[in-house]
T-cell receptor, first 117, second 111 residues
């Protein structure tokens, strides 16, 4: 089955630093990847849609300068949380669509728990 | 308005019992999907049902879809402790490619 690898699994950083999270599709090409944020015991909140070779589409209320998304290849998208603050602490998850598949279901990474001190 | 509202929010049952979770949505859909999330992990796709389908089975899973009521249910039969997880429904609209996730049901299966 399709595998999406997300790294790191968890990261602790100081306030004001930037953190990069990688999302890779290991055995398929993903023209579209999605980034979500999830608070404890809550649903996934879509942050942005990342398309290979073009600018990401951000959801309303998500600061594009704060959450930088780069989708430079068909297998890699990155989310950089710039100048992180404690309120950015959350669980971040990526997902991808298989370019060659039916394009309906999503394959998810295992998530990144970000803690900003 | 919230697309994909689920109930119950939490469900606790004994091993061997059946678990039923419901999902309601507000707009027209192309398909509805169910995902499972173990604590602190990503989501895993379980099953997809299209708008022109009424029922679908996969192993111990049974999904129904009632487009007139804009609702779906997920039934897990003969539950096991390993089924303990959060279950989310997600709807794919007719015009876009994005999925909208419900609030989820936290299922606990006690051994």
């Amino acid at each position: 089955g399709a595998v999406v690898s997300q790294h790191p699994s968890w990261v602790i950083c100081k306030s004001g630093t930037s953190v990069k999270i990688e999302c890779r599709s290991l055995d398929f090409q993903a023209t579209t990847m999605f980034w979500y944020r999830q608070f404890p015991k809550q649903s996934l909140m879509l942050m942005a849609t990342s398309n290979e070779g073009s600018k990401a589409t951000y959801e309303q209320g998500v600061e594009k300068d704060k959450f930088l998304i780069n989708h430079a290849s068909l297998t890699l998208s990155t989310l950089t949380v710039t100048s992180a603050h404690p309120e950015d602490s959350s669980f971040y998850i990526c997902s991808a669509r298989d370019r060659a598949g039916t394009n309906e279901k999503l394959f998810f990474g295992s998530g990144t728990q970000l803690s900003v001190l | 308005s919230q697309q994909g509202e689920e109930d119950p929010q939490a469900l606790s049952i004994q091993e061997g019992e059946n678990a039923t979770m419901n999902c309601s949505y507000k707009t027209s859909i192309n398909n509805l999907q169910w995902y499972r999330q173990n604590s602190g992990r990503g989501l895993v796709h379980l099953i997809l049902i299209r708008s022109n389908e009424r029922e679908k089975h996969s192993g111990r899973l049974r999904v129904t879809l009632d487009t007139s009521k804009k609702s779906s249910s997920l039934l897990i039969t003969a539950s096991r402790a390993a089924d303990t997880a959060s279950y989310f429904c997600a709807t794919a609209g007719t015009s876009g490619s994005r999925l909208t996730f419900g609030e989820g049901t936290q299922l606990t299966v006690n051994p």
